[in-house]
T-cell receptor, first 113, second 113 residues
Framework: GNSVTQMEGPVTLSEEAFLTINCTYT??????LFWYVQYPGEGLQLLLK?????DKGSNKGFEATYRKETTSFHLEKGSVQVSDSAVYFC????????????FGKGTTLSVSS | EAQVTQNPRYLITVTGKKLTVTCSQN?????MSWYRQDPGLGLRQIYY???????DKGDVPEGYKVSRKEKRNFPLILESPSPNQTSLYFC????????????FGPGTRLTVT
């Protein structure tokens, strides 16, 4: 079945450091891929998405490229801020009616000044 | 303001006492869904609804019921709660499926003693 594997945290960085959170997936066909972010005490928000191979999703300085050859969708940011501290979830949709959105287990990012 | 609302935000109850968590969205979305979030497990889908009067099971439906009588509302019902249903619950909605951005409610923290 479909699955998402993302690196375990917590990830602890200093402000302005480079961030990478790895995400790989297993799926048949051509899934859509997402990164969601959850700030403390809040629900999840869509951060970025990509719907086909080689697409690059970007938002708020974060980027992720849909790599079908390596089945990956790694999240990157060139310079993190304290306000980026949150839990990040990689997710996959098979785009087939009746199937669930599959989430990774989440990676906690903590950025210190 | 476009939003998904959930009530209550916090609930402590006892085993076997029926409860309902309400969810409402004001974006005229067709698709609605319930998730539970548990440490180390990420988010898992409980039930989803593609439209009014159309509901289906997600990955972990046991012990839960839902109904979709109106487009905007999607209540989650626990007929006989048990301690293993202690969790953080999120309602989400999207335009017409999981390939679209899902909008999440703020969450309901449920404790069953």
């Amino acid at each position: 079945g479909n699955s998402v594997t993302q690196m375990e945290g917590p990830v602890t960085l200093s402000e302005e450091a480079f961030l990478t959170i790895n995400c790989t997936y297993t799926a048949t066909g051509y899934p859509s891929l997402f990164w969601y972010v959850q700030y403390p005490g809040e629900g999840l928000q869509l951060l970025l998405k990509a719907t086909k191979a080689d697409d690059k999703g970007s938002n708020k300085g974060f980027e992720a490229t849909y790599r079908k050859e390596t089945t990956s969708f790694h999240l990157e940011k060139g310079s993190v801020q304290v306000s980026d501290s949150a839990v990040y979830f990689c997710a996959l949709s098979s785009n087939q009616a009746g199937t669930a959105l599959i989430f990774g287990k989440g990676t906690t990012l903590s950025v210190s000044s | 303001e476009a939003q998904v609302t959930q009530n209550p935000r916090y609930l402590i109850t006892v085993t076997g006492k029926k409860l309902t968590v309400t969810c409402s969205q004001n974006m005229n979305h067709e698709y609605m869904s319930w998730y539970r979030q548990d440490p180390g497990l990420g988010l898992r889908q409980i039930y989803y609804s593609m439209n009014v009067e159309v509901t289906d099971k997600g990955d972990v439906p046991e012990g839960y019921k839902v109904s979709r009588k109106e487009k905007r509302n999607f209540p989650l019902i626990l007929e006989s709660p048990s301690p293993n249903q202690t969790s953080l619950y999120f309602c989400a909605s999207s335009r017409s499926g999981q390939a679209y951005e899902q909008y999440f409610g703020p969450g309901t923290r449920l404790t069953v003693t």
